[in-house]
């Protein structure tokens, strides 16, 4: 018999979703939702701009292709707004660009976390966490 965990569930967290791919929201959604975390979902980039500016989240799950504003260039602009002081969370890239060179490349651009698709629930969890922990 082991001894029971002593570590206790992460806290639900207001996670922004930012992705235009039907399926792929519906899925990141659930699998989110049934973390236990409070998700809002937008298509592209600028529309996760406009949502930051309405309220406060605990984390960005953005995708890099979209129309529109792209992740890239709205994790550039989330940057900026930090650096002039705003208050914004991190950003974890999810993205199916999934090559070690994309990783850091995203990373080096800014991003705090990486995810690759397909997203695995257990990967997608456990970067959530590293992101989270690492803000503290």
Known sequence: MSAPSS?????ALRVL???DNLINQRLLAMLLRFMGHQIDVVDDGQQALNALEIKPYDVVLMDVM??????VSALRR???DARAGKKRPPVIMVTAHAAASDREQLLKAGASGYVPKPVAAEVLKAEIERVIASQA
Do not use: V, Y
């Open 66 to 71: 979209m129309p529109n504003l792209d992740g």
């Open 17 to 19: 979703l930012a992705e």
């Open 7 to 11: 570590s206790k569930p992460p806290a």
């Open 78 to 80: 989330i940057l900026a």
